[in-house]
């Protein structure tokens, strides 16, 4: 069983083509960073326009990486949202245009499933297990029990964790993707000389929140003496260090009650663009083997937005018989935990992306 994936929510331009054996025979990413940095992030319609320009060709060198044709697919996967519902309509349309033409089934992706459940493509990880889903436009603890069975233990009240590293990069001045930037900049920085809040630390629940943290950034840039070389490498540091102590502690608690409910700690996995920081994934890590759940974050290269995820989420949704008619609206939001997790076609809405890349 073969599956081709399409990735165009956000400013990834991507094509994948995965098989039932959790073998990625090929996987290929054009990022539009570069057509975006000048403005401080993701332009909505300059992303659509690179998505059909580039979408075609990208296809074409997947099947030529895998050293197939369209005759050896057995379905087509693509990304339905959430995401920027112009390059989500792109990629969705594409994959329902081949589906037609090859008389292939059409699997409409939610990508945040896509990111569930890479640990499955690489790891193998077993249902069930906890998922932290961090990224550009979403910080979620879930409880995953299957393949479109999740269970929403909290998400962040304000700022997602990426879209609050973006924003804070802005602040220092360093380039965009935030991300990024902030950890190279954190390498050379204390991450105990400023005293940075950790909102929600502590509290009932397992919500977070990063806006007040953001806010102390700001206040402490204005205030900044002149000649403070360290000032900016310092602040990377302490500003991830505090991401990371909040996320180990949220995360903390939700593993304890997915271990009250489950009856015995599983797997704690960790997926999204920002699952790609060194230094969060080690305290992720330390805090799962403090509760004895096994730590599991999919390869680097898997976290940021890429195809592969979505040939895999969309192979798993096939061998369900999950099949989707072509009449499928793309949608900018899409819930993880939303009605159509398990029907075809029904209609949900709740947090989705927005001009925030994953």
Known sequence: ???????????????????GERRILSNVVLSQIEDHRVYGGVVPEIAARGHLTHLPGLIEKALADAGLGFQDIDAVAATAGPG????????ATMAKS????????????????????????????AFPFLLLLVSGGHCQLLAVAG??????????????VGEAFDKTAKLL??????????????????????????????????????????????????????????????????????????????????????????????????????????????????????????????????????AAMIAWAG???LRLGLVDDLAFAPRPRWPLDGERTIKKGAHAQGAGVGGVRE
């Open 84 to 91: 920027l519902i112009g390059g989500v309509i792109v990629g």
């Open 1 to 19: 069983m073969r599956v081709l994936g399409i990735e165009t929510s956000c400013d990834e331009t991507a094509a994948a083509i995965v098989d």
């Open 98 to 125: 081949i589906a037609l033409a090859r008389h292939l089934p059409f699997l409409a992706v939610n990508h945040l499933e896509g990111h569930a459940l890479t640990a499955r493509l690489t790891g193998g990880v």
């Open 173 to 306: 001045g360093l380039p965009y993707p935030g991300g990024p930037a902030i950890e190279q900049a954190a390498m050379q920085g204390d991450p105990a000389r400023f005293d940075l809040p950790r909102p929600m630390l502590g509290k009932p629940g397992c919500d977070f929140s990063f806006s007040g943290l953001k806010t102390a950034v700001r206040r402490l840039v204005a205030g900044r003496a002149d000649g403070d070389a360290g000032f900016v490498a310092d602040m990377a540091a302490s500003f991830q260090q505090a991401v990371a102590e909040v996320l180990a502690d949220r995360t903390k608690r939700a593993m304890r009650r997915f271990a009250e409910e489950h009856g015995a700690p599983t797997t704690l996995v960790v997926a999204g663009g920002v699952a790609a920081n060194r230094t969060l994934r080690a305290a992720l890590e330390q805090a799962a083997g403090a509760e004895g759940f096994r730590f599991e974050a999919p390869p680097i290269a898997l976290c940021t937005d890429n």
């Open 147 to 160: 393949v479109g069975r999740y269970h929403l233990y909290g998400g962040s009240v304000d700022d997602a």
């Open 315 to 317: 192979l798993e949704r």
